[in-house]
Nanobody, 118 residues
């Protein structure tokens, strides 16, 4: 069983910063891709950023230059540093990972809420 737990969300004013964390635990051989997604009320889920096992990153255009994804494989953790936050960044952010465990499997957490408002 694999568990994915996010933390670090909260309320912040426009222009502020937050750092989200995603911790993966359980039984698996390795983690391949770690990604952050978000979903705002009434909107479709969208990819924010992801990072593969080689450290290659991929960002949505709407966060380029503002958000940075990183990972610490020793701690099975991924982080999303979010700077220059905008009201339109308000959403439930969740982490989805693909792990290798007798095949590739995906898991996601319950999410952490990010609210940007003045």
């Amino acid at each position: 069983q694999v568990q994915v737990v996010e933390s670090g969300g909260g309320s912040v004013q426009p222009g502020g910063s937050l750092r989200l964390s995603c911790v993966v635990s359980g039984s698996f051989f390795s983690i391949n891709v770690m990604g952050w997604y978000r979903q705002a009320p009434g909107k479709q889920r969208e990819l924010v950023a992801d990072i593969n096992g080689f450290g290659r990153t991929n960002y949505a255009d709407f966060v380029k230059g503002r958000f940075t994804i990183s990972r610490d494989d020793a701690k099975n953790t991924a982080h999303l540093q979010m700077n220059s936050l905008k009201p339109e960044d308000t959403a439930l952010y969740y982490c989805k990972v693909s792990v290798w465990d007798n095949g590739s499997k995906e898991y996601r957490g319950q999410g952490t809420q990010v609210t940007v408002s003045s």
